[in-house]
C-alpha cells in the first residue's frame, strides 16, 4: 500500500500556497525546456534530429499552455525570472546542440529525469480536490519519460563527458527547480 500524502507539519506552507508554487514552478518549467527545444532546434532544426526535436517541443507546447491556463485562472504571480530562464534554456539547448545532436540528447535526458522526479513528488502531493490537476501532472510526466527515452535511443550517453554534462544539467535543474518555486 502506498502512502498518501504527508500531514503538514508547523510552519509547513498553506495548500493554497504550495499549489501557487507548484502551478509558478511547472509553468517556469516548461518555458525553460520551450526555450531549450528553441536553441537545439536553431542548430540542429535542419539535420535528421529537427523532426524529434520538432516533435518534443511541440509536447513542451502544449504543456506550457496548459501552465499559461491555469497561472491565469488560479491567479498564481509567475517566476519572476522568466527573462533568465529565456536567455539561459536557450542557452543550454544550443550550447548543447553545438556540442551535437548526442550532447544535445544528453541534455534532454538530464532534464527530463530531473523532471521526472519532480512531477512524481507533485502528484504525490495532491489533494483530492485537485484529482484533474493530478492527471495532468501524470500525464506530462509521462510525455517527459518519452523524451528522456527518445534521448536515450538517439545515442545520449555516447555524448562527450555524457557523466559531468549530465550532472551538471541535472544540477542546474534542481536549482532553477528550487529557486522557480520561490522568486
Do not use: N
Not at 509547513?12 to 500556497?17: C, F, Q, V
Not at 543550454?92 to 541534455?107: D, F, N, P, W, Y
Not at 489533494?127 to 517527459?144: H, Y
Amino acid at each position: 500500500m502506498t502512502p498518501g500524502p504527508r500531514r503538514p507539519l508547523p510552519g509547513d506552507p498553506s495548500y493554497d500556497r504550495r499549489m501557487a508554487r507548484m502551478i509558478r514552478v511547472d509553468h517556469a518549467g516548461e518555458y525553460g525546456a520551450k526555450r531549450i527545444y528553441e536553441g537545439q532546434l536553431a542548430v540542429l532544426g535542419r539535420t535528421d534530429k529537427g523532426p524529434v526535436l520538432r516533435h518534443m517541443a511541440e509536447q513542451e507546447r502544449v504543456h506550457l499552455e496548459t501552465f499559461e491556463r491555469l497561472i491565469a485562472e488560479r491567479g498564481v504571480r509567475p517566476t519572476l525570472l522568466r527573462p533568465l530562464w529565456h536567455v539561459a534554456g536557450f542557452a543550454l539547448g544550443a550550447g548543447t546542440a553545438l556540442l551535437g545532436s548526442r550532447a544535445a540528447m544528453a541534455c534532454t535526458v538530464a532534464v527530463e529525469e530531473v523532471i521526472d522526479e519532480h512531477y512524481a513528488r507533485q502528484a504525490e502531493g495532491l489533494g483530492p480536490q485537485d484529482q484533474p490537476l493530478q492527471g495532468t501532472v501524470e500525464r506530462f510526466r509521462q510525455e517527459e519519460l518519452e523524451h528522456r527515452d527518445i534521448g536515450l535511443a538517439h545515442e545520449a550517453e555516447k555524448a562527450p563527458a555524457y557523466e559531468f554534462l549530465s550532472a551538471a544539467i541535472k544540477a542546474g535543474s534542481r536549482a532553477a527547480i528550487w529557486i522557480s518555486e520561490r522568486v
